[in-house]
């Protein structure tokens, strides 16, 4: 089976998780410390590196950045075309 990630990249989000937290004028770590409210621990570098896809996400943080910037989590996806 085909891998649906190319290269190197570890996760599918980390475009659109920039693109929102930039729209939206948040920092990474006020993304950090909004997770943190739900009991989400990520920190401002991991942040960074779900940003530039060198680290992978876990569902938990999936949900818990879609609540954080008002989505679905389906919307947090980059599908290649």
């Not at 990630?5 to 998780?17: E, L, R």
């Given at each position: ?7 190197k990249a570890m ?14 004028g948040?920092?990474?770590?006020a993304?950090?410390?909004?997770l ?26 999936l ?19």
């Amino acid at each position: 089976m085909a891998r649906i990630i190319d290269g190197k990249a570890m996760n599918m989000v980390g475009d659109k998780v920039k693109e929102l937290r930039l729209a939206r004028g948040m920092s990474q770590q006020a993304v950090s410390n909004q997770l943190e409210t739900m009991a989400i621990y990520v920190c401002r570098g991991s942040i960074s590196r779900i940003e530039d896809k060198t680290r992978t996400v876990t569902d938990i943080e999936l949900y818990g950045l879609s609540q954080v910037f008002g989505v679905k989590m389906e919307e947090l996806f980059c599908i290649p075309e």
